[in-house]
Nanobody
Framework: QVQFVESGGGSAQPGGSLRLSCTASGSISRIYIIAWFRQAPGKQRELVAHITSDGIKTYADAVKGRFTVSRDNAKNTVYLQMDSLKPEDTAVYYC???????????WGQGTQVTVSS
């Protein structure tokens, strides 16, 4: 099973930007949907955005118009461009193939995003 490693997190001020990367241990070309999730302290993990292998993108209402998901199958990498960041975007961000989410072993360490002034 493909494993994902997230990177690119850090600290940003409100209104700032960050770009997250999610690199797979193998080919992602046959993984139809790859999704970004986030989990804030004391809250459940939530879906942020996902992208299909043919480029169809879907966003949660909370990030629509601010975040952009993309994928590069040749590099086995999925990206999340986050603009106009808000403090409520603070969370650990994860990526995973949507077909794998029920397997606890499929989740990586995530990458921390902190938005504060």
């Amino acid at each position: 099973q493909v494993q994902f490693v997230e990177s690119g997190g850090g600290s940003a001020q409100p209104g700032g930007s960050l770009r997250l990367s999610c690199t797979a241990s193998g080919s992602i070309s046959r993984i139809y949907i790859i999704a970004w999730f986030r989990q804030a302290p004391g809250k459940q993990r939530e879906l942020v955005a996902h992208i299909t292998s043919d480029g169809i993108k879907t966003y949660a209402d909370a990030v629509k118009g601010r975040f952009t998901v993309s994928r590069d199958n040749a590099k086995n990498t999925v990206y999340l461009q986050m603009d106009s960041l808000k403090p409520e975007d603070t969370a650990v961000y994860y990526c995973n193939g949507l077909q794998f989410v029920s397997d606890p072993r499929s989740w990586g360490q995530g990458t921390q995003v902190t938005v504060s002034s």
